[in-house]
């Protein structure tokens, strides 16, 4: 059995694949990624890293702004077989200068307008390949991976084989890479599908940054293993939020957001008729926000 993380993602992918999987919110114009896009998209980046050579466990290590194609990057390492590394896009020259020597990446993807420093930063840690991947579908990443098959087999990988690395907050001392395996990941979704009731039919707003565990792993999991659409936010808009919230039925975000969407006089419990599950994580929610988000929902 292959216990690659993706195999188990896009085995519970709808029957129908042209049904919308991503709608973007703030890009012009809209754009719906079908499931059917995920599986070819991601298989043309897989194929692209796989023609790269790299060795075994090879990390790809991503510095770019959130962005369904970023999501998709990290699909295509996950099926591939190799270990993905998403960087905060706030770290600059000196933070990754030691997540790069200290992850050693075979791969660096970065935003364009980062490319003359960051790949001179990459190749004097002698990392080989390095592309970049912008906002609006630009970059060497795609224009590459367009050159490839979008078909690919997917890798196989046993469950306590690696799948990502993500480094620690660093408050008590230098960063540690957090060592994820395929296994860790798969069991925190389906854990998490049952312990919030994911349900067919859900709709999740996908408002988080996705170079953390909350918005890469618990949200992009849980919709993609329940086969949920995604609502996707590239940048947090209260108010465009509120406008869409009559849609959806699960709503992930940190404390701040839900201050924020508190301030917004269109957030009412109408707004919210349709909502079935609000997650607050990644930081301790006070009670005063929770007890006034319960009086207006």
Known sequence: MNANLFAALSAVFPSDLAATAIETCDTAPTLFHTWRDIERASARIANLLASLELPEGARVAAHVDKSVECLLLYLA??????VYLPLNIAYQSAELEYFIGNAEPGVVVCTPKNFVWLSKL??????????????????SLLERAAQHADAHEVVPRRADDLAAILYTSGTTGRSKGAMLTHGNLLSNARVLKDYWGWTPGDVLIHV???FHVHGLFVASHGALINGSKMIWFAKFDPAAVVERLPEASVFMGVPTLYVRLLAEPGFTREACRNMRLFVAGSAPLLIETFEDWRTRT
């Open 77 to 82: 390492v996950l099926r591939a077989g190799y």
């Open 122 to 139: 990459a190749f004097q840690r002698g990392v080989k390949n390095v592309f970049t991947l912008g906002t609006q579908r630009e970059g």
């Open 208 to 210: 988080l940054p996705i």
